[in-house]
């Protein structure tokens, strides 16, 4: 089985900056995405961040230039430098895997952690 634990999160003031951290053990696959997710209160769950073994990368649109994804493939932790954040960035920040090719559709996904509070103060 695949287990995905986060951790990073927590409050800080618009500007500031986190840096999440997911750390995946398990059967994991060799080519697999990991992929970060978040969920505000009252919107549906949102693609943030993927990042494949080889390297590729992809982010949405809201987080394009503020946010890096990286992973470290031989602790099998990917991570989420969060850069001049926004009230509009608090939300439940999850971890999740997909098997080989990127897929930002959350109901796609099978493998997920327990997630971590981000919050943003203005």
């Known amino acids: 089985q695949v287990q995905l634990v986060e951790s990073g999160g927590g409050l800080v003031q618009a500007g500031g900056s986190l840096r999440l951290s997911c750390a995946a053990s398990?059967?994991?696959?060799?080519?697999?995405?990991l992929t970060w997710f978040r969920q505000a209160p009252g919107k549906e769950r949102e693609f943030v961040a993927a990042a494949r073994s080889g390297g590729s990368t992809l982010y949405a649109d809201s987080v394009k230039g503020r946010f890096t994804i990286s992973r470290d493939n031989a602790k099998n932790t990917v991570y989420l430098q969060m850069n001049s954040l926004t009230p509009e960035d608090t939300a439940v920040y999850y971890c999740a895997l997909h098997v080989g090719v990127v897929v930002t559709d959350p109901n796609e996904y099978k493998y997920w952690g327990q997630g971590t509070q981000v919050t943003v103060s203005s």
């Open positions: 398990g059967r994991t696959f060799s080519s697999n995405v």
